[in-house]
């Protein structure tokens, strides 16, 4: 049984940092797509970032050159972000699919985590 838990949320001030962890439980693959999406209030899921396999992270446009992704063991992703603003407010999902796939679209992931709250105050 594959459980993925978020950590890392809280309330921020714009500007700051913080960070995320996703911990995967069960048996993770190496071939395998974790990424992080985020739900704000009223909007669709949108994605955030993701690694496929072994390849590099590759993020959304808005999140580009200050948010980043890292993998250290198939069992974890993590995801750093800088210069937080207001707009980043969400809930921040994990997820992850045991095969490589483009993973920006929510739907080709099988498992997902129950969120973490991120909220930036202006």
């Known amino acids: 049984q594959v459980r993925l838990v978020e950590s890392g949320g809280g309330l921020v001030q714009a500007g700051a940092s913080r960070s995320l962890s996703c911990v995967l439980s069960?048996?993770?693959?190496?071939?395998?797509?974790m990424g992080w999406f985020r739900q704000a209030p009223g909007k669709e899921r949108e994605f955030v970032a993701a690694?496929?396999?072994?390849?590099?992270p590759y993020y959304a446009d808005s999140v580009k050159g200050r948010f980043f992704a890292s993998r250290n063991t198939a069992n974890t992703i993590d995801l750093r972000m800088n210069s937080l603003k207001p707009e980043d407010t969400a809930v921040y999902y994990c997820?992850?699919?045991?095969?490589?796939?483009?993973?920006?679209?929510?739907?080709?992931?099988?498992?997902w985590g129950q969120g973490t709250q991120v909220t930036v105050s202006s």
């Open positions: 997820a992850y699919v045991p095969k490589v796939i483009n993973g920006r679209a929510a739907g080709g992931y099988d498992y």
């Open positions: 069960g048996r993770a693959f190496s071939r395998s797509t």
């Open positions: 690694i496929s396999g072994s390849g590099s």
